[in-house]
């Protein structure tokens, strides 16, 4: 307790423990946004694991609030709420690279749901949730356990995106909404959450595959859509 007293300015620990059960130091805090940018849909808001007093109880109809009966066990996930995309296409992955599954999160006032990797992991600052598959659990599911895990929200699939082709790995992305949850329960691996307009997208992400994705995100925009998500 001593050391944590004792942490420079601007440092403090991640409210939950890692994987191990360990304390997540956090290298630069992350600053939440006044309250009244929740509320305007075309300015970027983030809340800080450190700080959500900033959230408002309700956003555009549905309520932040603790996702309190979510899965805790590889079966729960692989039969989780929220796998509703009937066609997608099969996933080419080439060999020694491994698959991993995201969403694109956009909330009914047309803003995307961002996620800031703590200590900036991967040369990340800002980018869409997704994380590598486990055995025993598919897709979808690992896509809506992502989410929840490094954004705190609780999502349900509504189509499928795009297939993301990096470095080691191939991440499939499906388009998303929030129907629970909330960021102030962001995991360990997120030190904040932002809520950001479609087209402030690509200057708000730092890494060429994330703005290449929000290019697309643009040309589905403008080109219209039948997803209730446009």
Request: aromatic residues 8%; charged residues 20%; negative net charge.
């Amino acid at each position: 307790m001593t050391d944590y007293i004792k942490l420079p300015i601007g440092q403090g620990y991640h409210p939950c423990l890692n994987d191990h059960g360990e304390f997540v130091l956090i290298t630069k805090l992350s600053t939440s946004t006044e309250s009244e940018t929740w509320l305007d849909p075309a300015a970027i808001a983030t809340v800080a694991v450190q700080d959500t007093l900033a959230l408002p109880e309700v956003l555009n109809g549905v309520k932040f609030a603790l996702w309190t009966d979510a899965p805790t066990t590889r079966h729960g996930w692989a039969d989780v709420s929220g796998q509703n995309v009937a066609d997608e296409p099969d996933m080419a992955v080439q060999q020694g690279m491994h698959t991993s599954a995201g969403v694109v999160i956009v909330e009914t006032d047309g803003r995307i749901w961002i996620v800031h990797p703590t200590n900036t992991f991967g040369g990340y600052n800002a980018s869409f949730a997704k994380g590598r598959i486990e055995n025993g659990i598919p897709l979808q599911a690992s896509a809506i356990k992502e989410a929840f895990e490094e954004s705190g929200l609780q999502v349900t699939l509504t189509s499928f995106f795009q297939d993301v082709v990096r470095s080691t790995s191939v991440s499939r992305y499906y388009w998303a909404k929030r129907v629970g949850g909330t960021p102030a329960a962001a995991g360990w691996e997120s030190q904040a959450v932002s809520l950001v307009p479609k087209d402030m997208l690509k200057d708000f992400l730092d890494q060429a595959v994330d703005k290449g994705m929000a290019d697309q995100i643009m040309i589905r925009k403008d080109r219209g859509s039948n997803s209730t998500l446009f």
